[in-house]
Structure formats: structure tokens, C-alpha cells
């Protein structure tokens, strides 16, 4: 029996919907046993620019996108416009008949370069400028068309449920499209009005209009077209499987982990963490970590760190989340919490820089600035994840390492993480353990919170604590706090610090310093958000006899250079997959590891990768048909 491999993809106008409708649809599909595997892309505007939502399903576990899409539903011209090429053949178009005349002038956001080239595409293929144009093409590929009327929909429903107003409601376009794409596939419909329900629990009457207008698109397409190859009736749901959203893994981590503040200034991606977290600020997590996250929003990036600090050095576990500009702003503070040692966990949402760049894409951009970033010598850890499910746990790891080695923790994410939706095994509270480290609950006699000790880490004293006395200052200073110039002890509390760095080495796991998923004669190493597609490119790649093995690198700082090199010892070509320019992990790789990369695969379009790419590449590469540094550009 063949295994289900299916994709679909929803786009309109930003600020339509588009993300509720594929909330619905991946939703739907999780309720019938399906995984899941979605992700948005985004202009940087509020309302009108293009958005998608690629939703892929399948019978088995899958990490990524691939390149094709088997339906698309579209409500408006730019959708149709930009994608139609990205439908396989057998695949098909639901899309809006009333557009058929429209033209590539006519569509205002279509940016210059890209109406260029796709009326060069019209032209080669002698098509006229139109949605006609790009569907006929579409058509000779083997795709099947579905034109509806949507307004004739509305229409329709309006007389039935003898409700006038519903003629103009517009914004129930996407809510019709998920449902014309469910009764097309043949998905059983309860499971879509139970999936609005909880999409609008707290708005039942919206909920019950969506609800009138799922039914009518779910039937009049199920009675008007049946000749689609692709059903899907549901499959057997694995047990104790959950659909999340990208940035929930880090924001229920870090409710519990104990995190009791975050302070933020609203940034892309990473907004989104915050936003959930003062959402379920007043929250009983387990009887033996209760309290609730004080979430503050904050007038900039550096008040942010201000307060972040200044709470953990009561005593609290305190976090801040942000992105490559709210980052760049925090760097000096972090220095002076990395002079007076103290625990903090910065969320970083990666995006493409430089600057402002593209604020609502993807890239690995940020590397090297969290391992290099600051002025001084201070020890730090630099934590990326590979995946939601990662993050949940890797949130809790990050606050241990912060407080057991009272250091700024940077825990590296990205769009492409922030911008999923995908189904996972649900989290287990119990997994995550709550180490506070040398943290005082008393102090009795002389205190230095500096003292110098046979392992680097001094005793915590927490704001507010009995004869635990300390000094702050972001000048060096004495085992009390007390400013000193000394060069003695300036050696010793440099020497103190930085000693921790060879700790953190030797003390954690080393399977939370790296994953390897095999050792082979090519071997990948790569972090991050790539592991996803990775793991699927070398599953497609398997099945035709040919082992890849794969390293993914978790600590990127300090870097675990002794496990690598004993690891790739016999691996005689090395392939480097990254999203950004340069190579930036191949660099640090290089430098430590002191050997070169052979390959490198990159991509810094802002879209993140398909396994469907990966494959494609590294299978040139085990041919000789690659170059040194292959770089990616699918997405629209």
C-alpha cells in the first residue's frame, strides 16, 4: 500500500485569512490521524501584500516541504499568478472562475521583476497576459482546473440561510476555500466544523456563520466535482500526537522551566512568543513549580535587557525573545550580565539581515554575531534547535545551563521554526528538570559573590537575601564587587569566567551537544531549522541505496571540536547545509575542527528549504555533478 505524500497550498491577500484557513485545514487533517507539516510566507506589510500557507500531509513522519503542491486553492489573481507552476501534474487548481480575464498589469502587488519574468513565460509559450494565460499552461502540464464562483457561494448561501448580509462578507473567503479544497479530497466534514469551532471557540456566532458557509462549499463542490484523483478519508492517529504552532515550543518550555519574566519589544519573528506567553500569563503549571510568567513589553530592545537582568538577579529565572536588530541592540547588556555572571535565556528568532533586510523571511543569518558578538572576553552559550519538538525541551537545558553556570544563554530559532505548524509527540512536563545551580537560599558569614572557587562558579545571592550583600558594576572587580584595576586579579576573575567555557564542555551530555544520525562516507554537518528537510532528503535518498550520514551541532558555543573531529575521523567528504551566504557554521567549523568542508549547500533567498532541494543537490553531488558551493532558490 502506498503511503500518503500530499500538499496543499491556500493564498491570498495579506490580512485575509489565508493563516486561520490553513489553521482549519492542518486542523482537520490532524484530527484524522495525518502528520502534518505547514509553514507561511509573508510579506512585511499589515494588510494587502500576497500571503501562503503550504500545508503538507502524510500517513508517515515528515519534517519539511517539498518543492510540488497538489492542490492549491486561491481566492485571488496574484495567487494564481505566482504559483500555478508549483502544481504537479494530476494535481489541481480550485480558484476563483471571476478572475479568469484578469491581467498581469492589472494585479498591483506584482512587483516589477517578477511580472517580467512570468509575462516572458506567457510570451515563450504564446499565452496571453492572464489568469486564462497561466491556467491553459497549467493545463498542458496535466493539471485538472475547479473554477468557482465564490461570490455566486456567498450568494448561494445567503438565500439559503435567508441572511442578506452574508452576499458581501468577502472575509469568508478563506473559510471557503479550505472547505471546496477538504470536499474535493473527500475529507469527512465533522471533523472541519469541529475544527472551526475551536478555531472561534470565543466567538460562537462568528463560529456558526463559518460553520453555515464550510457546509454549503463542502457540498457544492462534493456534487459538482468528483472526477479528483486524491482522496483522503482519514488514517489511524497515532496516540499522543499534537498539532503546535512554531513558537509554542519555546513559550510552554519556558512556563515549565519556572521562567517567571520576560520582558520583549515587539520584533518579527519573534513576537509571536511573547504574545502566547501574556496570553496565558495566569497559569498553575505543576504543584511543584507553580507562579505565572510576568510578561512586559517594553519601550526598546535595551530597556528589555534592563529588566530581564535586574529580575534575575532576584532570584528569578528571566528571559527576553527577539530578532537580528532587537539583538543587535541588546549586545552590550549582555556583556555587563556576562562580566557579573548572571543566568539569563535570550530567545533568538533569526531572520534575513542585514538591517532591516527581509523582516518576515527566514535565514540562519545570525550566527556568528551570537558566538562573536560583544566587546570583552566572557563566556556564553550559543543552543540552536532543530525542530518545535526540540525546543521544548532544549528551553528547559538552556535555563539549567544558565543558572548552573551563571551565564547569558542565547538559544538559537528561526522563521522557518517560528512559522510552522506541525503535528509532534505531545510534551512531557516531567522531562524537564529544574537545576538552579549554586543558587543561595541562605548566607551565613562573610559573602563574596565573586569568590574565587576550585570549579569558576561562585555562590548566587539573590536581591533581598540576608547578609548576602553583593556589588554590581560593568567595571572589573574584586570577589565582593567592589571595582578593581589590579592586574592580579584581573588575571584571576578573567581566568574564573572563562574556565567555565572547558566546563560546559566537559559537563553536558554530549548527546545534548550533538545528534548524529550516522556516520558515513558523506557525512552532512549542519544546525538548526535544517534538520527538518535533512532528515526527509536523506529518507528519499535511502530508498535508492544511497546512505548519507548526517551531524547535526546543537552547542555552537563553546564548540564541541574533540566529539566532532573523533566523529568524521573517516568521513572522507564533509557537506555543510546552512541558510545564509557565507558558510557562517562552516567557518566556525573550519576554525575549530581545522579541516575544510568539501560542500557547501546554501540558500538566502529568505524562504526556507524543501527536502525536494536538498535531495535534488546532494544526489549531485554523490554523482560529481556539483559545484563547491550549491546554492538554493526555490519559493515564489
Known sequence: MSSVDFSWLIGGPQGSGVESGANIFSRVCAELGYQVFGKREFYSNIKGDHSYFTVRISDQP??????????????????????????????????DSDLNKVTTDSVQPLDHYFKERLQYELESKNKPFTIDGVLEIAKEKGVTLYPVSFKSILAGLAEETENPRLRGMVRMFNVIGVSLALGLIKMPPDSLLKSIDSIFSKKPQIAEINKQAANYSYNYVSSKFTDFSFTLPGTEKQPDTILVQGHQGTSIGKMVSGCRFQSYYPITPASDESVFLESNEILEIQNDRPGSTIVIQTEDEISAMGMMIGSALTGTRSSTSTSGPGFALMTESIGWAGINEVPIVLTLYQRSGPSTGLPTRHGQDDLLFAVTGSFGDFPKIVYASGDIEESFYDTGRCFNYADVYQVPVIHMMDKFLSSSVVTCKRFNPQKITINRGKLLDKVEGEYKRFAFTEDGISPRSKLGLDNGIFWNTGDERDEYGHISEDPQIRIKMMDKRMSRLDLILKQVPEDEQLVSYGIHDYTIISWGSTKGPILDALEMLKKEGIDIGFVQVKLLHPFPAEKIKSLLEKVKTIIDIEANHSGQFGKIFKQNVTREIDYFILKYTGRGMTSTEIYDTLKKIVENKANKREVLEHGS
Open 62 to 95: 515528515i519534517h519539511s516541504n517539498v518543492n510540488g503542491v497538489t492542490l492549491m486553492t486561491s481566492y485571488d489573481a496574484e495567487t494564481i499568478f505566482r504559483h500555478y507552476g508549483e502544481v504537479i501534474s494530476g494535481g489541481g487548481i480550485i480558484y
